[in-house]
RNA sequence: GCCGAAGUGGUGGAAUGGUAUACACGCACGCCUUAAGAGCGUGUCCCGCUUAGCGAGAUGUGGGUUCGAGUCCCGCCUUCGGCACCA
């Protein structure tokens, strides 16, 4: 009997669609609970390809499994529907991003559902459907009211050709990718939620959550929490000072020169009369070149002097104060203390302009000598010149320097960090229109929450015209009333960046139809936090921003504080799948497969399977249709198995044996998302039925060990070749003996000085060390190893081996 | 430049510090077929020998710890990913 993918699946499909296979009901126990979520797509005009499905499939595995051990399993799926693609798409086609992106949902949809993913779809969400986004807005509105959403200016990426503004992605050496315009950045008023406020506890949460080591390494990088200080330097023949932050005060003593950045307040007030007129140009210049250039390293160093000194109070020495754009404004105060002998940076612009270096670290060379090449510019080390530092040790002498900046009352310390305040203002179309209101008289105030969704105007001509597309809309603004005085006033016409929408999201999948409320407690309460999230690519700001939102809820008491004020767990990230080509798959290369290539010819038991028979879920591998070949015999075999039970065993231990070793293997291997290992035993247990015969029982188990990976065909043979009740997906998962899993038998290795020499046999009875010795002392070849030397010692490990020590 | 991950057959990869190369792919030969395909079987790291076997070597590279290292430690090389003038 041949066996029908095409058919069979669909069959299945739509029979646990029509039964509510993965619904899940409320009668299921509060305790057994697991929330599986991957991370949502974004429905782009490129196709799904079986990289997207990897996640996929690891997360449709694991939640089957869970099913069959009695959990009820929050398995949901949404869109993540915002974003510029679309509008860009629209700019160039005319097609309204609504339509497109709802058409690509369409197809991607159908494309999770014949890969056979058990989502349960009343579940759904879709981010730019008012009834989503209208509590995106209501979450910026409680952010607002606890000053956790503020307005300030801000510079954007700009280009003057197209009048609009740029994301980052859509500047490419400093142009623009469209009209290759230079980009220049221009100061816009902007909303910035206040992620900073959290920084410390973004840091601390992650010892609690079960996460990849390298993400969370990735999320402290970017989060960039330094310990510094303030250091004031008077200036010279003034009344006024330039504060500089720093973490290495140690190398006080090498400072030779103060450098501000151009953007800076101090630049008008610090410029002598001599210099001025070179400054501006130079500040003009800076201005004008674009964020990329100014950040090329291998730029040369630029620089105007202002001719004011300021006065190191450490030792009363005269630093000229220069103007440079390699000192960011956004960084410390924007001026830097310049040690040219242990900083690069500081190095090549003093010897750009013939400034003065000086050693304070003795090098690695032992060398003592003034430093001349920038290859002698070293950080840590042993402190010299430098007075009461000296000898002492980089690391402990910022300790000393800083108490002792501290008691002078030449300093302060202030803890920096890498992370900014989020900018969430989009000056763009496809996106949550921004729930606030102008009002001359009270200033910013949110719409009334009685009054969300702020809907997003249809009647919009999203061709770039120098402003938000928003405000060309004629609706848009009529009867806007201030929600605090009741006059009239304007509405934001910005729009939230996406990951406004999908930093929350995994919220509203449990109970993303509540009209009421974004979820209600119960439903928090009952399904969150989420136990295991899966997802890849972009993740670290993704990431920091839905645990900020999640510690915002949290201290609101919107979300129950047993939760804990982490969202997420237990982390995986699966690895890209390349190409056959090992190229990242694109179109460009032409080596893209998605499931409508692979499922028609084989069906999604064997894409399933193959997927995650590559290799370790988290690795990056490159596709092989030979492997998906091979997979599509592995499953042929599996069916043959069921179908012709020529010889049944009868108490067989060896295949009783096997079994409980295979239900181990595969049932730990689940557990830590090691899909390739459980498949590579499940084809060992197969092979070795399919060589020495099958009974009932260990058919059964095949079957449920398999049900997860190949969910269709094992529903065939549960339901009408082992004749049991649909479903096997509802069934319970098999249960392993310790004791049976066990080999009676039991070779163990005779080594000599570590290299084997032989095996010795032994079955079921136990057998003392000093048997085992005497009958290895029997054994020709271990004779012959040893020779005439002596044993000095012997090292027995149960089970395992026996070796003999001679050396 | 900094941070991180990884280097094992022709290929994807397996291996709680305990017989390296499981499980697959590919290839070769054979069986079955008029034939092709499918299916099945056998073989497949490398060198040597007195060749049903035996012995030596091999997990990027050089050291170290250990009775024993792919696995742990130190140095170097290469590849991939992230960040990048962050003071």
Avoid at 333 to 355: Q, S, Y
Avoid at 400 to 423: A, F, N
Avoid at 667 to 694: C, H, K, L, P, W
Avoid at 776 to 798: L, P, S
Wanted: charged share 30%; net charge positive.
């Amino acid at each position: 009997m041949k066996y029908k993918h095409n058919e069979i699946e669909k069959k299945w499909q739509d029979k646990w669609e029509e039964s509510g296979t993965y619904r899940l009901s409320n009668k299921l126990s509060k305790e057994k609970k697991k929330y599986v979520l991957d991370m949502f797509p974004y429905p782009s005009g490129a196709t799904m390809h079986v990289g997207h499905l990897e996640g996929y499939i690891g997360t449709d595995i694991v939640s089957r499994y869970l099913r069959m051990n009695g959990f009820s399993v929050l398995h949901p799926m949404g869109w993540d529907a915002f974003g510029l693609p679309a509008e860009n798409y629209a700019i160039k086609t005319g097609i309204h991003p609504d339509r497109s992106t709802h058409q690509n949902i369409e197809i991607f949809k159908r494309q999770l559902k014949i890969s056979g993913l058990s989502y349960d779809w009343s579940h759904e969400i879709d981010t730019s459907d008012p009834d989503f986004y209208r509590w995106t807005q209501w979450l910026f509105i409680q952010l607002f009211k606890k000053g956790l959403a503020y307005k300030k200016k801000a510079a954007v990426n700009w280009c003057p050709k197209d009048e609009t503004v740029l994301a980052n992605e859509q500047v490419i050496n400093g142009k623009c990718e469209r009209c290759d315009t230079d980009v220049v950045q221009k100061e816009l008023d902007q909303w910035f939620f206040k992620i900073t406020a959290y920084a410390d506890r973004l840091i601390s949460g992650l010892k609690r959550i079960d996460w990849p080591e390298e993400v969370k390494l990735q999320q402290k990088k970017w989060i960039g929490k330094k310990e510094g200080i303030i250091i004031k330097y008077k200036v010279e023949d003034s009344d006024f000072s330039v504060d500089c932050w720093t973490s290495r005060p140690d190398t006080n003593f090498g400072a030779t020169f103060i450098v501000i950045s151009p953007e800076s307040s101090l630049v008008n007030k610090l410029t002598k009369e001599k210099y001025k007129k070179e400054m501006q140009e130079y500040v003009r210049r800076c201005q004008n070149t674009s964020k990329d250039d100014r950040i090329s390293e291998r730029r040369e160093k630029t620089g105007v002097f202002s001719g004011s000194y300021a006065i190191n109070d450490l030792n009363h020495e005269r630093l000229p104060i220069w103007v440079s754009d390699y000192v960011l404004t956004e960084v410390g105060t924007g001026a830097v203390i310049g040690v040219p002998g242990h900083d690069k940076r500081d190095f090549e612009f003093a010897h750009t302009f013939g400034l003065l270096i000086k050693r304070v670290i003795v090098g690695k060379d032992k060398s003592r000598l003034p430093i001349t090449k920038i290859d002698q510019v070293q950080e840590e080390g042993k402190m010299i010149n430098s007075e009461f530092l000296d000898g002492f040790s980089t690391k402990k002498a910022i300790s000393k320097m800083m108490d002792y900046l501290v008691e002078k009352g030449w300093g302060k310390k202030e803890t920096h960090y890498h992370l900014r305040d989020w900018l969430i203002s989009r000056q763009r179309y496809w996106g949550a229109p921004i729930p606030m209101v102008y009002c001359e008289d009270c200033g910013w105030q949110p719409i009334s929450e009685s009054d969300l969704p702020v809907l997003l105007p249809k009647d919009v001509d999203f061709l770039p015209h120098g402003d938000s597309p928003i405000a060309r809309s004629k609706e848009f603004q009529k009867n806007v009333k201030c929600s605090k005085c009741g006059k009239s006033g304007k509405r934001e016409v910005d729009t939230m960046d996406t990951y406004v929408d999908s930093s929350w999201y995994f919220i509203r999948f449990v109970d993303s139809k509540n009209q009421d409320q974004f979820a209600s407690l119960e439903n928090t309460s009952r399904w969150l936090p989420v136990d295991i999230y899966v997802g890849g690519g972009h993740v670290v700001q993704h990431l920091l921003f839905a645990r900020f939102f999640w510690k915002f809820l949290y201290d609101e008491g919107l979300i129950d504080k047993k939760l804990g004020d982490e969202p997420f767990l237990r982390l995986k990230a699966p690895g890209w799948i390349l190409g056959p080509d090992s190229r990242k798959m694109s179109k460009r290369w032409g080596n893209v497969v998605t499931p409508d290539d692979i499922i028609p010819k084989f069906g999604a038991d064997v894409l399933r399977l193959y997927e995650m028979f590559m290799g370790p879920f988290e690795v990056v591998k490159p596709w092989s249709i030979t492997g998906v070949e091979g997979m599509d015999r592995f499953l042929k075999r599996v069916w043959n198995l069921f179908n012709s039970h020529k010889e049944i065993y009868k108490d067989d231990k060896n295949l009783q044996t096997l079994m409980h070793q295979t239900i181990k293997k595969v049932t730990n291997d689940i557990e830590n998302f090691r899909y390739n290992t459980a498949i590579s035993s499940i084809m060992q247990y197969v092979n070795f039925m399919r060589d020495n015969g099958v009974d009932n029982e260990s058919l059964r188990v095949l079957c449920k060990l398999l049900a997860p990976f190949a969910p269709h065909m094992m529903e065939e043979v549960w339901v009408n070749i082992l004749k049991e009740k649909f479903s096997v997906h509802s069934s319970f998962w098999p249960k392993y003996e310790e004791k049976l899993a066990k080999n009676s038998a039991v070779s163990l290795v005779l080594m000599v000085d570590g290299h084997p020499r032989g095996e010795l046999s032994l079955s079921g009875v136990e057998v003392s060390k000093e048997e085992i010795i005497d009958l290895a002392h029997k054994n020709e070849r271990v004779n012959k190893a040893i020779g005439q030397r002596k044993v000095k010692n012997t090292i027995y490990i149960e089970r395992k081996l026996l070796n003999f020590v001679t050396k």
